[in-house]
Nanobody
């Protein structure tokens, strides 16, 4: 069994910062791409940022220059540093990871439970 556990969401004023963390645990052989998605009320889930096992990153245009993702492979963890937050960043943020378990032939996609980020004006 594999679990992704997120932390760090909350309420912040516009212009403020938050840091999200996500740690994977379980019978993990390897972790490939890790990333963050978000879903605002009434909207589809959208990609925010992804990071490969080698550290290459990609961001949604709406967060470029404001958000930074990083990972600690030794801790099976991924982070999202969010600066200059805007009210439109309000959403539930989900951690995502492509993980291969010891018992698997191929990696599978796993999701965290989500953490609420609310940015007030």
């Amino acid at each position: 069994q594999v679990q992704l556990v997120e932390s760090g969401g909350g309420l912040v004023l516009a212009g403020g910062s938050l840091r999200l963390s996500c740690a994977a645990s379980g019978s993990i052989s390897s972790i490939h791409t890790m990333g963050w998605y978000r879903q605002a009320p009434g909207k589809q889930r959208e990609l925010v940022a992804v990071i490969t096992s080698g550290g290459s990153t990609n961001y949604a245009d709406s967060v470029k220059g404001r958000f930074t993702t990083s990972r600690d492979n030794a801790k099976n963890a991924v982070y999202l540093q969010m600066n200059s937050l805007k009210p439109e960043d309000t959403a539930v943020y989900y951690c995502n990871a492509r993980i291969q378990r010891h018992s698997d032939w191929f990696p599978q996609n796993y999701w965290g439970q989500g953490t609420q980020v609310t940015v007030s004006s």
